[in-house]
């Protein structure tokens, strides 16, 4: 079974037709599930709600693709990973000895830690500060998006 993690920026990207769009859908369609950590889930929620206050959704759209997006995590499409001991173990280690000048949130230390501690190699997002984090939890950040 072919299992990806995705960040929520790449979440965005399959629910909203937006640039980089073409390149995840293409990639998610070669997976069997798309996994993220359990809190990639109110990320989500914040994309849609910054797309209704920039004026690009309405509420009623925004009710639609959370309708739908709860439809994939229903039907295993995507499947959410909570937060463990291990992944905020392995979230404080990294912070406790990664180099200072290391930008890193905590949001995506998360996805980082449970894409680590669920086994994967590889993590997707277009954030620019996840991907260069990615080697301190011994992950291969890729963004498929040019």
Same mark, same amino acid.
Do not use: Y
């Given at each position: 079974m072919r299992s990806l993690f995705f960040d929520a920026t790449y979440f965005g990207k399959l629910h909203w037709r937006e640039p980089g769009s073409t390149e995840v859908l293409?990639?998610?369609?070669? !997976?069997?599930?798309?996994?993220?950590?359990?809190?990639?889930?109110?990320?989500?929620?914040? %994309? =849609?709600f910054r797309k +209704? *206050?920039?004026?690009? !959704?309405?509420?009623?759209?925004?009710?639609?693709?959370f309708a739908?997006?709860?439809?994939? %995590? =229903?039907?295993?499409? +995507? *499947?959410?990973?909570?937060?463990?001991?291990?992944i905020l173990d392995r979230v404080e280690t990294v912070f406790a000895s990664a180099p200072p000048t290391t930008y890193l949130r905590?949001?995506?230390?998360?996805?980082?830690?449970?894409?680590?501690?669920?086994?994967?190699?590889?993590?997707y997002s277009n954030d620019k500060h996840l991907l260069a984090a990615a080697p301190l939890f011994g992950l291969l950040g890729v963004n498929v998006i040019p």
């Open positions: 293409a990639l998610a369609a070669t !997976a069997d599930e798309i996994v993220c950590s359990l809190h990639g889930r109110a990320e989500f929620c914040s %994309i =849609a +209704i *206050r920039e004026g690009l !959704a309405s509420a009623a759209i925004v009710r639609t693709v739908q997006f709860n439809t994939d %995590i =229903a039907s295993g499409q +995507i *499947r959410l990973i909570a937060p463990t001991d291990a905590a949001a995506d230390a998360l996805h980082l830690a449970t894409a680590a501690e669920a086994g994967h190699a590889e993590i």
